[in-house]
């Protein structure tokens, strides 16, 4: 399992660890990943995603995962999310 977020593509990010001496030393960024159910309303269904803690408040700020993924550009969503998408924008037309 892959440490990226199926709604925003927030993945690992790499930098420096820095002492008092500012010796560098390379480490890992991890995202906030958090296994969430959301709950659909044209599907009526809950939705089981693996999504970072910034793409959940973006979710509710936006009305619903509905709402985010009509507006969600393809190219950031994973390919489950993708198909998830795909469903919603069928149900609703």
């Known amino acids: 399992m892959s440490r990226v977020c199926e709604l925003t593509g927030k993945s690992v990010m790499s930098g420096n660890n820095v002492s008092h001496a500012m010796n560098r030393t390379r480490r890992r960024f991890l995202p906030n990943l958090q ?9 009526g269904r809950a939705l089981k ?12 700020h936006i ?23 795909k469903l919603v924008n069928a149900k609703s037309a």
């Open 63 to 85: 009305g619903g995962i509905d709402a985010f993924l009509m507006k969600a550009k393809d190219a950031q969503l994973s390919s489950r999310a993708l198909k998830l998408k």
């Open 35 to 43: 296994q969430c159910s959301l709950p659909s309303e044209t599907l």
């Open 49 to 60: 995603l693996r999504i970072s803690a910034s793409a959940l408040r973006s979710v509710e």
